[in-house]
Nanobody
Framework: QVQLVESGGGLVQAGGSLRLSCAAS????????VGWSRQAPGKEREFVAA????????NYADSVKGRFTISRDNAKLTVYLQMNSLKPEDTAVYYC?????????????????WGQGTQVTVSS
């Protein structure tokens, strides 16, 4: 089993940027897809972005396309989510998870072993 730890969240003004990190430990492998999801208070968890194990294929939710970029450094067993032009509606707890089948579909059910999450708050 892989353990994931998210970091990099915080409070930022609308229009600002943050970079989230997702670090893996435990039974790690470079050969898994990784996805980001988020959950705002009172709302269901929603897919944000995913990247395959090679880093060559990515997928994004329509709401973040053109603003967020997912990337990975397999040597460091870390996946990043660069978030630019942040909006108040991006406020949520952000989680990263593993797809052991290397799927990058926009479906949070494809991912497991979610981390504890990191809070992102965007003020207007």
């Amino acid at each position: 089993q892989v353990q994931l730890v998210e970091s990099g969240g915080g409070l930022v003004q609308a229009g600002g940027s943050l970079r989230l990190s997702c670090a893996a430990s435990g039974r790690t492998s470079r050969y898994y897809a990784v996805g980001w999801s988020r959950q705002a208070p009172g709302k269901e968890r929603e897919f944000v972005a995913a990247i395959d194990w090679t880093g060559s294929s990515t997928n994004y939710a329509d709401s973040v396309k053109g603003r967020f970029t997912i990337s990975r450094d397999n040597a460091k067993l870390t996946v990043y989510l660069q978030m630019n032009s942040l909006k108040p509606e991006d406020t949520a707890v952000y989680y990263c998870g593993i797809s052991y089948r290397n799927l990058i579909r926009a479906d949070v059910e494809d991912f497991t072993d979610w981390g504890q999450g990191t809070q992102v708050t965007v003020s207007s």
